[in-house]
């Protein structure tokens, strides 16, 4: 990689990250009927061959990742690395302890964009289109990736094209802490259930100038996701000068400031939820009534089924789900995933940005939230928030937007503390109970005596 940029006014960018990128291919809310529950067909037993052929990704091994978390849940998928969007992982499945064969979520996942605009509007960023993020990746220590297995990426269009293979994909598991925990209640004689939960981290590092993004990628034992983007490296010292009463002073006194600017990433999922693109998205809105006499508010939560493109923004009582048009748990009810996004400071200063969640069509030209390089039509635009036009969903892909506003402290100094942004995909309904359920409670599963 080359040295640190010389210090200059607004100096943000390598010069190598300046080489031209790679070019690559609400209505009125109704209440739905009871979800009725679909009577429970055994599962016709496998033979062994079948089996193994199910749970393998259809990928080979050197691009393939599984791994069988404490609780018996398997996380299986493939990656691939692209020229713009970095890592892409394909064919996300697992399978719970007890299911009969893993169940697919995700078809693929990937970065949709990571948007940088400065306060004083003097520069504006998409740091996956336009700033060369791809071929920052970074060569991973063992000490980065600790327990774990470097793998080695071969990056398109890499600056020095002599060695385009970079050790830099890190796949591992990390403790997350309780997993669950269950006591007993005063007086009673039983024991404690709890389990220190695990994740299966896979990981990259890409430098664009001065920053420094890790694109963390975690599966939990029970079904959860957690994708999110942390900002580390340094401050540019480009943007040190006084003069736009923007930001905060960092070092003695208050002579140099840092412009303050924003970060805002986007993720494009692919849901596959039982191995079908034809997922079907439904909101959800809770809402409170007040009561008379100091009575108990009342919240009635309605359900509507999101036919058409969506740009949505998320609320305390507002959140999305994608369902499985066919799969089921061993309860009869539909599986599906709810998309929980993370802390978002909203920049409301493009069009692309001024929401938090997008739902589009299916089409492949359709790649980056915001400068989307390739040419999807005369009428097309060149972002998400123009691709939202009405068009029934029949293969729905999801943008997620979270975004941080960056106003530098002096604790960023020197290196910068990793700050994160992210969300969550979080299993509804994906299996009957929890799949980390002990033995001794297999049998708590809705009403019990």
């Not at 690395?81 to 970095?86: Q, R, S």
């Not at 959860?224 to 580390?232: I, P």
């Not at 599906?336 to 001024?354: D, F, L, N």
């Amino acid at each position: 990689m080359p040295g640190r940029p010389t210090t200059g006014a607004r100096i943000r960018r390598c010069t190598t990250a300046l080489a031209a990128p790679l070019l690559l291919a609400a209505t009125a809310l109704l209440t739905a009927p009871a979800v009725q529950a679909a009577p429970e067909v055994p599962d016709a037993p496998e033979p062994p061959a079948a089996r193994a052929a199910a749970t393998a990704p259809p990928c080979s091994a050197a691009f393939r990742i599984s791994r069988t978390l404490d609780g018996g849940t398997t996380w299986q998928m493939c990656w691939h690395y692209e020229g713009n969007a970095g890592l892409v992982l394909d064919d996300v499945s697992y399978r719970p302890k007890g299911e009969p064969r893993p169940v697919k979520v995700l078809t693929s996942a990937r970065l949709g964009q990571i948007h940088v605009p400065y306060d004083d509007g003097r520069n504006e960023y998409d740091d996956l289109t336009g700033q060369g993020f791809a071929q920052g990746l970074q060569k991973l220590t063992p000490a980065e990736c600790p327990g774990g297995t470097i793998k080695t990426v071969r990056v398109p269009g890499a600056y020095d094209p002599a060695h385009p293979n970079v050790s830099g994909l890190c796949t591992t598991t990390r403790a997350r802490g309780h997993a669950y925990r269950m006591g007993p209640y005063p007086g009673e004689q039983a024991p404690t259930y709890q389990l220190q939960g695990q994740d299966l981290l896979v990981y990259t590092v890409n430098k664009v100038g001065w920053y420094e993004y890790l694109t963390e990628w975690r599966f939990a034992g029970d079904g959860t996701m957690t994708f999110q983007v942390g900002a580390t490296g340094t401050v540019s010292p480009g943007d040190y000068d006084a003069g736009d009463g923007r930001g905060m002073p960092l070092g003695k006194g208050a002579k140099d400031y840092a412009t303050s600017h924003s970060h805002n990433v986007f993720w494009r999922l692919d849901f596959g939820l039982d191995g079908s693109s034809a997922n079907k998205v439904e909101q959800f809105d809770s809402a409170t009534t007040t009561r008379p006499g100091g009575n108990t508010p009342t919240i009635r939560t309605t359900r509507t089924p999101v036919t058409r493109e969506l740009a949505g923004d998320a609320g305390p009582l507002r959140w999305w789900r994608v369902v499985s048009p066919n799969g089921r748990n061993k309860d009869g009810h539909p599986r599906s995933y709810e998309i929980v996004p993370g802390h978002t400071s909203k920049y409301t200063g493009r069009g692309y940005t001024r929401h938090d969640v997008y739902f589009t069509d299916y089409n492949t030209c359709e790649r980056f939230a915001s400068n989307n390089l390739a040419n999807c039509g005369t009428h097309a635009g060149r972002s998400v928030d123009t691709w939202v036009n009405g068009q029934p969903l029949k293969h729905p892909i999801a943008w997620v937007n979270i975004g941080f506003h960056h106003i530098a402290r002096d604790e960023d100094q020197e290196p910068m503390p990793v700050h994160w942004q992210g969300f969550q995909l979080v299993p509804r309904d994906v299996t009957a109970m929890n799949p980390l359920t002990p033995p001794a409670l297999a049998g708590h599963n809705g009403h019990y005596e």
